[in-house]
């Protein structure tokens, strides 16, 4: 059974660090990866996906890494800004499942 | 990509009483899915809702208390029967679209009961 485990648990930063968030899966026959933000009370919002051939992938100061062999993944924010503030979920969708299996979250406040 | 509307956003309802959640899809989906959030922990699979059978629940979800319609592939409605206290969590229904298989998500319920 896959498990998904996100640290840290929770992050508070200065506007303007560099972040990274882990993701760790213990099944590396993996589908894709997702990255997700969730704003309080919200749905969840894709921010970036990773095909299991693929090692990287960026949109804008996010990039998201993929290392399958050893089961991680990191979602980089370059320059926060207060606005980042959210919960952050990383989801794994195991080959043969259309059902992903979500990490717990980080939850970022970015204070100005 | 697809985009999921679901409706209401958030309500507060009385204990014993129903609320019905729709989402609309702009796109023909086969499968649909709905999660539970209860504050503070991460999503929990309630069912998977195809159109034409009967939806398949997880663990621990029952039809009683959890109904689900799926009349066509861009349109399902998940209804939380006989609330308590404890039903209070955020609703969220999803579809996996497109050649990747990736997720998206409709923007949540909010649901408080008292």
């Known amino acids: 059974k896959q498990e998904v485990t996100q640290i840290p648990a929770a992050l508070s930063v200065p506007e303007g660090e560099n972040l990274v968030l882990n993701c760790s899966f213990t099944d590396s026959a993996i589908y894709n990866l997702q990255w997700f933000r969730q704003d309080p009370g919200k749905g969840l919002t894709s921010l970036l996906l990773?095909?299991?051939?693929?090692r990287e992938q960026t949109s804008g100061r996010l990039n998201a890494s993929l290392d399958k062999s050893s089961g991680r993944s990191t979602l980089y924010i370059a320059a926060s800004q207060p606005g980042d503030s959210a919960t952050y979920l990383c989801a794994v969708l195991s080959g043969g499942s259309y059902i992903p299996t979500f990490g717990r979250g980080t939850s970022l406040i970015v204070h100005p | 990509s697809a985009v999921i509307s679901q409706k209401p956003s958030r309500d507060i309802c009385q204990r014993g009483t129903s609320l019905t959640i729709q989402c609309q899809v702009d796109s023909q989906v086969t499968m649909m899915f709905w999660y539970r959030q209860q504050p503070g922990q991460s999503l929990t699979l309630i069912a998977t809702?195809?159109?034409?059978?009967?939806?398949?629940?997880e663990s621990g979800f029952v039809i009683d208390k959890f109904p689900i319609s799926r009349p066509n592939l861009t349109f399902s409605t998940l209804t939380v029967s006989n609330m308590s206290p404890e039903d209070s969590s955020i609703y969220l229904c999803?579809?996996?679209?497109?050649?990747?298989?990736?997720?998206?998500f409709g923007q949540g319920t909010r649901l408080t009961v008292v």
């Open positions: 999803s579809v996996a679209a497109g050649s990747k298989t990736e997720a998206f």
């Open positions: 809702a195809n159109q034409g059978s009967e939806a398949t629940y």
């Open positions: 990773i095909q299991s051939s693929q």
